[in-house]
C-alpha cells in the first residue's frame, strides 16, 4: 500500500441532524477536537464535533472515533520514521493534516471560559492504554521530523502541556485493528489559586469491526467519573504492545504548538 503523503485541506460536509449529547455515536469522518470545559460549573473532558451543525460538544462516554479502512497505510521507507517499525508494515494512521473519509481528531483549550480561567496551561496525562496494539501520538516539527507526545510502549504516566488558548493537531496511529481505551486527565491551575482535575477514557477504534463495540469496554470507573478539584480515581492499565506503527510522508509540516512535558514511571 503506498504510503501517506499529506494532502490540502478537506473540508467536510457537515450533518444535517447530529445525533443529541446523550447518544452514543461513532465519528469516522470529520474534524473533531478533545478538551476541557466547564459543565454545569465542573471541569469536564469532553469531544466538540464539528461534524455536526450546530457543533455538539459530547461526553467522552458517549464517543468512539473510528480509523477506517482509509486510515490503512503502510510504514514508509523514510527513515526518519524507522523507530516505528519495519518498512511495508500494515498500520492505520489519523493523520496531522486532514485526509478525506478520514477522522481528523484535535486537542484545544479554547472554551471561553477555559481561556479565562485557566493560568498559562492544561497538562494532559496519559495514565494507561488498553488495546490490541501499540498507540502512539506524535507531531511533525518544522522541519518534518516526528516529535513524541505519547507512545504506549514507555512507562506511565506521560506529560504534555497545552497552551491556554491553543488548537493542535498531531498523527494518532495503530499497529493493529481494534478497540483501543485511552485512560487520560486533563489538570489546570486556575487563576483564582485552584486547581481542577478531570479523568475518563477515550475510546478510538482502528480499522474493520463494529466500533460500537467499544461502549461495551470501560478501563476506569464511568459510573463516577472523576471532575473536581484536587484529583481523578481509576487505575492504571498497562499495555503490551508490538512496537510496529505509522507514518505520514514530509510533505507539509505543521507548527509545533505543544511544550511536551514527560514524566517518567
Given at each position: 500500500?503506498?504510503?501517506?503523503?499529506?494532502?490540502?485541506?478537506?473540508?467536510?460536509?457537515?450533518?444535517?441532524?447530529?445525533?443529541?449529547?446523550?447518544?452514543?455515536?461513532?465519528?469516522?469522518?470529520?474534524?473533531?477536537?478533545?478538551?476541557?470545559?466547564?459543565?454545569?460549573?465542573?471541569?469536564?473532558?469532553?469531544?466538540?464535533?464539528?461534524?455536526?451543525?450546530?457543533?455538539?460538544?459530547?461526553?467522552?462516554?458517549?464517543?468512539?472515533?473510528?480509523?477506517?479502512?482509509?486510515?490503512?497505510?503502510?510504514?514508509?521507507?523514510?527513515?526518519?520514521?524507522?523507530?516505528?517499525?519495519?518498512?511495508?508494515?500494515?498500520?492505520?494512521?489519523?493523520?496531522?493534516?486532514?485526509?478525506?473519509?478520514?477522522?481528523?481528531?484535535?486537542?484545544?483549550?479554547?472554551?471561553?471560559?477555559?481561556?479565562?480561567?485557566?493560568?498559562?496551561?492544561?497538562?494532559?496525562?496519559?495514565?494507561?492504554?488498553?488495546?490490541?496494539?501499540?498507540?502512539?501520538?506524535?507531531?511533525?516539527?518544522?522541519?518534518?521530523?516526528?516529535?513524541?507526545?505519547?507512545?504506549?510502549?514507555?512507562?506511565?504516566?506521560?506529560?504534555?502541556?497545552?497552551?491556554?488558548?491553543?488548537?493542535?493537531?498531531?498523527?494518532?496511529?495503530?499497529?493493529?485493528?481494534?478497540?483501543?481505551?485511552?485512560?487520560?486527565?486533563?489538570?489546570?491551575?486556575?487563576?483564582?489559586?485552584?486547581?481542577?482535575?478531570?479523568?475518563?477514557?477515550?475510546?478510538?477504534?482502528?480499522?474493520?469491526?463494529?466500533?460500537?463495540?467499544?461502549?461495551?469496554?470501560?478501563?476506569?470507573?464511568?459510573?463516577?467519573?472523576?471532575?473536581?478539584?484536587?484529583?481523578?480515581?481509576?487505575?492504571?492499565?498497562?499495555?503490551?504492545?508490538?512496537?510496529?506503527?505509522l507514518a505520514v510522508g514530509v510533505g507539509f509540516a505543521v507548527r509545533l504548538l505543544v511544550r511536551r512535558k514527560r514524566a517518567t514511571a
Amino acid at each position: 500500500m503506498t504510503p501517506l503523503f499529506l494532502l490540502p485541506l478537506a473540508i467536510t460536509s457537515m450533518a444535517a441532524a447530529p445525533a443529541p449529547p446523550d447518544a452514543q455515536v461513532v465519528i469516522a469522518d470529520g474534524h473533531v477536537d478533545l478538551g476541557p470545559r466547564f459543565v454545569d460549573g465542573k471541569w469536564t473532558i469532553q469531544l466538540r464535533d464539528d461534524t455536526a451543525d450546530p457543533v455538539v460538544w459530547r461526553p467522552l462516554e458517549n464517543v468512539v472515533v473510528q480509523a477506517t479502512g482509509k486510515a490503512e497505510l503502510s510504514v514508509p521507507a523514510d527513515p526518519a520514521y524507522a523507530f516505528l517499525g519495519k518498512t511495508g508494515q500494515k498500520i492505520w494512521v489519523i493523520p496531522q493534516v486532514q485526509q478525506p473519509g478520514v477522522v481528523w481528531p484535535g486537542w484545544n483549550t479554547q472554551d471561553p471560559e477555559v481561556a479565562k480561567r485557566v493560568d498559562r496551561e492544561v497538562t494532559w496525562k496519559l495514565n494507561g492504554v488498553d488495546g490490541p496494539g501499540t498507540f502512539t501520538l506524535f507531531l511533525n516539527s518544522d522541519f518534518g521530523k516526528p516529535a513524541p507526545v505519547f507512545d504506549s510502549r514507555k512507562p506511565y504516566p506521560q506529560e504534555t502541556g497545552i497552551d491556554v488558548n491553543t488548537h493542535v493537531h498531531g498523527n494518532w496511529t495503530f499497529s493493529a485493528a481494534g478497540t483501543y481505551l485511552l485512560d487520560i486527565t486533563m489538570t489546570a491551575n486556575l487563576t483564582d489559586g485552584t486547581t481542577v482535575t478531570d479523568r475518563r477514557p477515550l475510546r478510538l477504534h482502528a480499522g474493520p469491526g463494529d466500533a460500537r463495540d467499544a461502549f461495551k469496554t470501560t478501563t476506569i470507573d464511568e459510573q463516577a467519573p472523576s471532575s473536581s478539584a484536587g484529583g481523578g480515581r481509576g487505575r492504571d492499565v498497562a499495555v503490551a504492545g508490538f512496537a510496529v506503527l505509522l507514518a505520514v510522508g514530509v510533505g507539509f509540516a505543521v507548527r509545533l504548538l505543544v511544550r511536551r512535558k514527560r514524566a517518567t514511571a
